[in-house]
């Protein structure tokens, strides 16, 4: 709004007293621009605010939906104790040969795998394969098909691990009527019988953004 200080001054004090990047995230950031792939990861203060989530929740195991360059899996993966590990799906695979460049920078190969394909085929085939559970699903994928993903999502969770969904706080939730897949996933998550879930506004440039996080029933 025309009136207020831009979100921008707090966004940067937020980032430079909690969230400065170090060599690895600013080389990740860097090799994305470089790579022609969208500005679109996290910001700093957003990948630092999914480090604590991971931490606090004890994540030994992690899923990611949407890799991009690798920037969110690198701040997730740091989270992990020796011997954890962070699954994380991708699309494109131009995205994921960026990913696996920027996380091998970051010294975390060993813990990250990213699998390429579509989502939903890959947590299909998680599925079918009766894939160990996990501790702490990030879901950041296409966004018409977050309210798809929770469906595949839940049973892979284990009961108290925690599900958390980027961009969930865009115009379209303010209209009722709005058919787009974030309302749609944030309305069914709200009504979610098996999970306790809050939208965190969260700071960007362009105004806010929002983490939805969720608590399965233990
Ligand atoms: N989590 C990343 C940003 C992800 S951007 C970060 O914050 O660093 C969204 C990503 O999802 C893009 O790389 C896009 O290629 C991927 N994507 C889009 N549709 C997808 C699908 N159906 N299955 C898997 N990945 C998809
Ligand atoms: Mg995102």
Known sequence: MADELPLLEWERYVDRLFAPEDEALLAAREQMKLGGLPEIAVSPSQGKLLHVLARLAGARRILELGTLGGYSAICLARALPEGGKLVSLELDPRHAEVARRNIDRAGLTAKVEVRVGPAASSLQAMADAREPAFDLAFIDADKEAYPDYLAQVFPLVRPGGVILADNTLPRSVLDPQSP???????????????????????????????????????
Do not use: F
Request: aromatic share 2%; net charge positive.
């Open 180 to 218: 787009a897949g974030i309302p749609r996933y944030n309305a069914a998550v709200a009504a979610h019988p098996g999970l306790t879930s809050i939208v965190v506004p969260v700071l960007r440039t362009r105004g806010i953004d929002g983490l939805l996080v969720s608590i399965k029933a233990g």
